[in-house]
């Protein structure tokens, strides 16, 4: 089951009971590139979904929308005559992240820059925005603010450079919406149990609906790119669905087993495998055992059972009485 995406606060990890696989997400190696450039020269790295025309030319007014009426960039708040032909950044939070491109373009705005603010750090989510845009983290955003603060007719263009694989940045990476430990309820117990990719994943899609879920969006797909625990947890269904037929008498608790002691926390660089909510390493709270290996799972040397009997020791040992272990078991316990 999702861990839920209510990060990156501590102890906002849920479905914490010890017979349930906990799993989190983390991006791949799968970017989709959108960079800003700015007036200076500078050039900060964002991802975007954008496939339409692109902005043509290099030199765009650039303003905030904190000076136009609405720094989230919220529908209506913003003033048409400071944003007109303009790219506007706008920040991360409060409404939702395609609404803040369809705010601006109904200004009259021809471009937007989402800026992640502290709460999302790091972390990239590739959208299918109306107009050009891209998102940027948190750094690269407060160096887009600062240059627009200097008054000095700040300008910038996006470049959209399609679908990149490799190396670079390292990959995974543990998402910043990724809902955390410590376990609330019985701290002993490690919650997440591993993280799976989660990150701008390719999924399948209702064609009775916009990409963008907008009403003034006349687009309508197969398919969709999602970010969520809601993807990361179909991907260890999938390698559970192979280990029970690998080992068609292994217990939920040995598949369960497999997947955990053959996790790895180490990304593809060599290095610890990083937090996006604060650039830093990750710990077990976030990550919990690791990513998920279905190659390595499938021999995992050694896998630790667990049966109905131990799990009621384990509600005995943390109070559970006989009303309460009854709930679980249909029956009283002794």
Known sequence: ???????PGK??????????????????????PADVVLGDGRVFNGVSLYSGEGLKDYKLPLVYGGDCGSRFCYSGALQPSKV???????????????????AVKLAGGI????ANTEESGEELLA???????TMVGQMAADKIRSYIKTGHNA?????????????????PKVASFLSRGPNSLTPEILKPDVIAPGVNILAGWTGASSPTDLDIDPRRVEFNIISGTSMSCPHVSGIAALLRKAYP?????AIKSALVTTAYTLDNSGNKIKDLANGGEST??????????????????LVYDIDVNDYVAFMCSIGYGPRQIAVFMRELAG
């Not at 089951?1 to 990060?7: A, L, R």
């Not at 008498?249 to 608790?253: D, T, V, Y």
């Not at 976030?286 to 290996?293: F, K, N, Q, S, T």
């Open 155 to 171: 300008t910038a263009t996006i470049k959209f450079r399609g679908t990149v694989i490799g190396t670079s940045p390292p990959s």
């Open 111 to 114: 471009g937007m820059i989402m």
């Open 249 to 253: 008498k292994w217990s939920p608790a």
């Open 84 to 102: 007109q032909g303009k790219i506007v950044v706008c920040d991360r939070g409060g409404n939702a992240r395609v609404a803040k491109g369809s």
């Open 284 to 301: 077990p709270f976030v990550h919990g055992a690791g990513h998920v290996d279905p190659n390595r799972a499938l021999n995992p040397r």
């Open 11 to 32: 102890f906002t990890a849920t479905n914490t009971a010890p017979w349930i696989l906990t799993i989190g997400a983390s991006t791949l190696d799968r970017e989709f």
């Open 1 to 7: 089951m999702t861990s839920v995406n209510s990060g």
């Open 127 to 133: 959208d299918s925005h109306l107009i050009p845009a």
